[in-house]
Every structure is written in C-alpha cells, then in structure tokens.
C-alpha cells in the first residue's frame, strides 16, 4: 500500500484520443491522479465532472488531473465527449497502473462482493512523491477537497 513520502509509480498509459501519458512527463508539477471504477456510471459522472467543474482552481494551483480506469481508448472518448471532460482519461485495460496504486480490490456492489477499481485519489508532488491519498472517496464535492488539501500543502 502506497504511503505518504513514497515516490508514485510510473506509468504509460494513453488517454481517450490516444496520446500516451507517463507519471514522469508530469515532473515539476503536482498531478491529481484519480481512480475510477466506470466511464459513464452515475458516481463517476458526477466525481469527474465536479473535476471538469474546478479544473480552473486547481490549474491555478499548478496541478493536472488524470483519471484512471479499466475502460478502453473509446470508451474515454465517448465518456469525456458526452460530459466536456476537459483533462486526460487514461486506458488501463490490463490494470498495471491501478494495480501498482493499489487501487484494485474486494468492494459491494449492490450487497454483493466483488473485485474492480476502488475509487481512490493520489496527489503527487512535483519530485514525483505521494504527498496525500484519499482511499475512499464520495464523489460528491471532492474535486474541491482536492483543491483545498493542494492549497494547503502549497501553503498557498
């Protein structure tokens, strides 16, 4: 499990149009990397647009956001078409970067358990070390936690 003050785990993975992204392209800047389960689900909708919502303030902070899930290439590009998203969404079909954050495990479906991507948040610093980890996290406002622990960790 991935802590506080631990160097983040590369990755190259592409977005919806393609493009590969890699942790280390980012170096310099703090990156908001988000998992989630599903494109186009109701909890993920509304957790990727409130970051579509604050991309603004957290642009200001000097942060780019990632999402992460294990839908392929076109689905992003419907999901982020659909909905305006206005950052990178990154295919991982064979979870090797949401296995490496540890964002792969048991959780309740519908009262039944199952395995899939847990909704997890890393915030990485610009040398590329977690700075702060949300393991559970409620869709609903926290695009703006984010931004709130960003300012206060920037001291800004």
């Known amino acids: 499990m991935l802590a506080v003050g631990e160097p983040a785990p590369d990755f190259a993975l592409p977005d919806q149009e393609g493009k590969v992204h890699r942790l280390s392209d980012y170096r310099g800047r703090w990156v908001v990397l988000y998992f989630y389960p599903k494109d186009d689900t109701p909890g993920c909708t509304k957790e990727a647009c409130g970051f579509r919502d604050h991309m603004g303030s957290l642009v200001a902070l000097g942060a780019v956001v990632l999402g992460v899930s294990a839908d392929d290439v076109e689905s992003h590009r419907r999901f982020a078409e659909k909905y305006g998203l206005n950052f990178p969404l990154l295919a991982d079909p064979n979870k090797e970067a949401i296995a490496a954050y540890g964002a792969w ?3 309740n479906l519908y009262g039944k358990e199952v395995e899939g991507v847990l909704r997890q948040t890393f915030l990485i610093d610009p040398e590329g070390r977690i700075a702060k980890v949300w393991r559970k ?14 300012k206060a960790l920037r001291g800004a």
Request: charged residues 30%.
């Open 105 to 107: 495990g048991k959780k």
């Open 137 to 150: 996290v409620s869709p609903e406002g926290h695009a703006l936690e984010v931004a709130e622990a960003l």
